[in-house]
């Protein structure tokens, strides 16, 4: 079974540039959700998605930031324009939607690194 | 005020001793979920272990066991026989409400992480 895919693994781009990244969930998993790690500080939570539909958006930054998940599959996070502070790690995760939430662990990707110059 | 607390920054253990790494939570919710990631330098977050708050016992994966007191609001990672391939960056996290109900939103907060290290 393949595991959560990201792309792309790095991005270099300057500030006021547009930058999607995209994540590809574990096949057959609805939920999927986005965090970031910004150097030096926690891992945040950004948003979740429950197939295709924005279950929780409260750690989204602003209005910079726009996540999608057409069609409940994979999901894409822009970001525009882009500034400084958005660099980091954006890290991606799935979790199937059967059962308790007790028994849903998240299984992370390899995660995006964004660096804005 | 921080929700996951992890007062260790970095840790260095000789290979073979059994490693402890501290994480305490901050909730008033009954119901909860306590996880445990390494991230190893390859960068991916691994998932090692689960404690939900009304389990009975605590939770064991192989080497890796959650030493949870409940009371104390914390749960603490054991490594047992720690290996060369252990070192990385271990984070806890932390999952609040409706644990045991089939919905809801369910982002994870995590601590900053402690970086383990074991020597030969």
Known sequence: EAGVTQFPSHSVIEKGQTVTLRCDPISGHDNLYWYRRVMGKEIKFLLHFVKESKQDESGMPNNRFLAERTGGTYSTLKVQPAELEDSGVYFCASSHGQGYRSTREQYFGPGTRLTVT | ?120
């Open chain 2, 1 to 120: 005020a921080q929700k996951i607390t992890q007062t260790q920054p970095g840790m260095f253990v000789q290979e073979k001793e059994a490693v402890t790494l501290d994480c305490t939570y901050d909730t008033s919710d009954p119901s909860y979920g306590l996880f445990w990631y390494k991230q190893p330098s390859s960068g991916e977050m691994i998932f090692l272990i689960y404690q939900g708050s009304y389990d009975q016992q605590n939770a064991t994966e192989g080497r890796y066991s959650l030493n949870f007191q409940k009371a104390r609001k914390s749960a603490n990672l054991v490594i047992s026989a720690s290996q060369l391939g252990d070192s990385a960056m271990y984070f806890c996290a932390m999952r609040e409400g409706h644990e045991y109900s089939g919905g809801g939103a369910d982002g994870l907060t995590f601590g900053k992480g402690t970086h383990l290290i074991i020597q030969p």
